[in-house]
């Protein structure tokens, strides 16, 4: 696929994330995330509670509940239980991942993240690309996917 035309995918398929993580309850931030594969959506997530759990993702002094899960787990997780496989595919992530959800993204197989907001640690993009995955950010304000962390 000719370099214009991925970057018209990836512009338009992070804006689906951003939209995605609006039914994220989390107020501190919210993410999504989509995985994609043959450009079809096979997955999506974002960050929140388990099913089951009350839709609080703070606590009183508004830090992260420890069992939140991450738009990235959420998204792994659901295309586990489908029919689907993330082999290949190419996940897209409004912040990028923390290192337990790219330990996750390298073991489900998927070869290309795009992320649109760089979270204060790298540590996870690194370990991605040490892992051989193409990471690339995203300046949706410039519409400019810079490859260079």
Excluded at 10 to 18: F, P, S
Excluded at 34 to 59: H, R
Aim: net charge negative.
């Amino acid at each position: 696929m000719d370099t214009e035309k991925q970057q018209l995918l990836d512009n338009r398929y992070l804006r689906m994330a951003m939209i995605w993580a609006e039914n994220s309850y989390c107020k501190r931030r919210k993410v999504g995330a989509l995985i994609v594969k043959d450009k079809m959506i096979i997955s999506d997530g974002y960050n929140g509670t388990p099913a089951g759990f009350e839709n609080i993702c703070e606590d009183e002094n508004y830090l992260t509940k420890p069992y939140v899960l991450h738009a990235e787990a959420n998204a792994i997780t659901k295309v586990a239980c489908s029919h689907n496989s993330s082999m290949g595919a190419t996940m897209y992530v409004t912040t990028s991942p923390c290192m337990e959800c790219s330990k996750l993204i390298i073991q489900a197989g998927i070869k290309r993240v795009v992320f649109s907001d760089k979270y204060h640690n790298m540590d996870g993009c690194e370990i991605l690309e040490r892992a051989g995955i193409d990471v690339a950010f995203v300046d949706l304000t410039e519409n400019i996917i810079i490859n260079e962390l």
